[in-house]
């Protein structure tokens, strides 16, 4: 709108691209970014063959996506604000010079209270969006641990093939023992049966220890069923040493799942905290952009009125930070996706 626009950014110093006006905040967002990246790539290549937990690194990959997508989206948001606070730093030179007029100036003032309205509301979507990815994987994280205390207390509740396999041999242990009782028991009748024929003299002293025999041994001398019951007597046996394989085989994979839950845990908790950083940038320009439309609203309302030198001076150095702080957002985000990237094709 203004001829001076590129002598007032001279001495404002917005022209700057040297890079020396980087804050302690914007480093301290930037490794917090690098970090939140590094391990939600960690976390989405993690690979388990348990149910529950793979459909949660699944989860996990998908918010990573998500991430990096919202990553792009405030880097975009945060170039219009950049640029904004250029718009506004310029403003308040303006309105300490009295070489423009007061209708020169409300015209500006209209234009850039709209913008710091639209910026405000597109900086509290960013805002909802990184909280929203916060919160579920807040979700994740819970479920998680309520899942590895529930494994912890019964190991049987895993989503794992070895519980399936453990409960498909005690099955057939069930069939097998029916089986060898009802043969054992064909065999005993087939037995006492023909001792019974006998002679009665010879056949009553026989019949007890042979039937304790019998059933004690599993020895049985009887035909078909016989065979059956010693069959399945083996069998039976077979399957106890497989469950009790099987049982040593699940408690260790409880552990060995209950260990890396603990450390896909320990990742999330730090994407979690990571985030906070990149939540509290944004609520801070929301901050500042509501603070500017107060002002802005302010003086809209008093079209005699003219802004006091200092207020003009707080604003200007403001927004000079906001400007700074945004370039070096850009800066440190775009580094992060960078090193992401190659971080990913290894």
Known sequence: MFD???????MTGLDDKTGKNDTLSMQAL??????????FTKCSKLENDDNFISGKIQEIGELSERFRK?????????????????EVVIFSVACADSGFTKEELLDFLKLTLEDAKNNKADTEKLKANISGIMAELINIQNECVQYSNNIQNNARSMSSHVVNELEDREFKQRVYSTTYKIGAGAAILG?????????????????????????????????????????????????NNEIVALNSRLIRKRDELNTQINLLNGDLSSIIHESCDILNFWDEQITSLNELAVKLEHYNNQDKERPSRLVTLTIQKKWNNVNRECKEYNRTMRAALQISNMATSD
């Open 70 to 86: 919202y990553v792009n989206e405030s880097i975009n948001q945060s170039d219009k604000l950049s640029k904004y606070a250029e």
């Open 30 to 39: 930037g490794n917090a970014m690098s970090v939140a990246i590094q391990k």
């Open 4 to 10: 001076f626009f590129t002598k007032v950014k001279q």
């Open 191 to 239: 037995t006492t049966a023909s001792i019974i024929a006998a002679p009665l003299t010879g056949g009553a002293s026989l019949a007890i220890p042979l039937v304790e025999s019998i059933v004690e041994g599993g020895l049985i001398i009887a035909g078909t069923s016989s065979a059956i019951a010693i069959g399945s007597k083996y069998a039976s046996y077979n399957c």
